[in-house]
């Protein structure tokens, strides 16, 4: 069980910034297609195997809520005072990610050149959506204050948010900076667990929207991994490439909006932390993987 806690753990901690995705986590610390499987198998398999799958599940999620609410209570206090620091940290997690999943992926990668069109439209998709969105209308968004637009709006991000938290890529909070959304969400939870009700409506409808998009897309996650294999890992490198950007950009989409990074604001020593995590986080797996 210990592992299962410190997996859902680390996986919050991802999920929580915008940066490695918990899939990339997943991915890296070697139980994705347990994870992903799992979602699956309680979804649409048989009495067995969701029995099996929500066990499995719930050690996750415990340790997941752990995480997240502990994440929570810090990102809400130094996010915006220290987003140049801290994007350096998420684009140190992202550089040092992509050749380790290149390196597990090897074998569907290696001579499969042709299907580098998908990299390239990872990177075209995130970066469009960022360039788009810079500075965008929902920015900032006092989410206390609910409209017809503005639930449609956080049902549908929720929904693209939570698919991208199974994808090792770009992750589900990197998404929620994008569409300007990321503050306000972690404010409204924040203000929830500290029983300021007013915020309950919009946890629910972005808590639904999450439901939704996880029924709806952990299917087609597990087909094209099983099915399409290269082009799904090629798309997931381009999405993880095209995130630097959405990253730099991502302090344009704050309440107060600030300049886009630029190497005058980029911290070389957060940069460095945050590979250092992906390297240890990897260095574990091994370690795991030759003393099973």
Known sequence: ????????????????VPGVSGGTIAF???????????IHDLAFGNMEKKKKALLYLIKL????????????????????????IISSIFIGFIVCAIPVIV??????????????????LGVVVVVAISYFNAGGSMGGADLHDMSIAKAIYLFVVGMIAISAMFLPGISG???LLIFGLYVPVITAVKELLHLNFVYLPAVIVFGLGVVTGALTVVKGIKVCL???????????????IG????????????????QAMTLDTFHIGAFV?????IVLLQFGQMKKEKSM
């Open 243 to 258: 995130s630097l950007y959405a990253i730099m950009v991502g302090p344009t989409t704050l309440e107060v909006p600030q």
């Open 28 to 38: 890296i610390m070697g139980f994705y297609d347990q994870f992903i499987g799992s």
């Open 173 to 175: 909070s990197t998404l």
């Open 1 to 16: 069980m210990i592992h299962s806690l410190i997996h859902g753990f680390c996986m919050a901690l991802a999920d929580s």
């Open 61 to 84: 999620g415990i340790g997941w809520a752990i995480g997240m609410v502990s994440a929570i209570m810090v990102l809400t206090a130094v996010f915006e005072s220290h987003i140049y």
């Open 273 to 277: 932390i945050g590979a250092l995590v």
């Open 103 to 120: 390196k597990e992926e090897k074998q569907c990668l290696i001579g499969r050149y042709g299907n580098i069109v998908f990299l390239v």
């Open 226 to 240: 099983e099915r399409y294999r290269t082009q799904s890992v090629y798309t997931i490198i381009g999405l993880m």
